[in-house]
């Protein structure tokens, strides 16, 4: 049975094959080639926040001020059952006695003309299951009661820290970009956003150039060696990317952090350019196209040491 259906399985993984090998042709020849690449450090496997999700320093909410509701202690099983059990034979010897005190104890047999040993013990214990009942209960609700509520003389429970309703993080924009300025005073968000679309637009001539010597500054190492393997692949196979009419229609900070020494803010860029791809010999346009432009937008992620210091570009996201 298992080599009857080998051929399909390995048929199968083929087509797979061949398919993800036409959706990485079709894709976008740009500087990135359309796909995630390179390091957003810690936060490297996880998909950047979108600028319309973050908060504003306008839009944040105000804290609102705790206020924990009341514990309810679990109620236990069969609690209420034995409490009304115990109540009704407490209330059965009452009345019975009461009945036999009224000179009708002939009339049930039972016990006898008058209170008995017997029935002072039954009653005694019917009343310390009742108590132990209630003190098993109590018990129970003990560990979730502060000790002014139990009558005791502990310290007074310290308030719970507020915690504003927008402080969660995959970044926190505001707090980010408050950390930056500290170490470096003179930063200003959208000095960097012209910096970030400088930044951009001299590594699309660069890569449709096909030499990174003149933006090597602006790129990590890890980044510099993508771009170069993607420019020695077109060098073999003797094509160059043209990218024209580039418009950066928007660049907007989305999250800002420090990590291990390190400054990084991810900007979206929102952007639409000629993209297409022609052979070095004949010219032709063998990928993309000469008259429809593409319209995209992407994470870039910079970083920087700690401070004032250029900005390199250290990874791609696909929004």
Known sequence: MKNRYLPVVVFSLLALLAGTTLVAVNAEARAGGGKSLGSRGSRSYSQPVSPSSQPRPSQQAAPQPFSPSPYQAPQPAGGGFLRSMAGGLVGGMLGGMLFRSLGFGGMGGGFGGGIGLFEIILIAGIIYLVYRIVKGRRNEAAPYQSPSAMGGYGEP??????????????????????HIRQMDPGFDEQRFADTAMDIFFKIQGAWMNRDLNGVAPLLTPDMRRIFQEDIDRLLREHRVNRLENIAVRKVEACEAWQESGQDYITALIYANLLDYTTDDTSGQVVEGSKTDPVKFEEFWTFTRPVGNNPWQLSGIDQK
């Open 157 to 178: 429970e310290a308030p719970r820290p507020i915690q504003p309703a927008y402080a969660d993080t995959a970044g926190d924009l505001a707090a980010g970009l408050s």
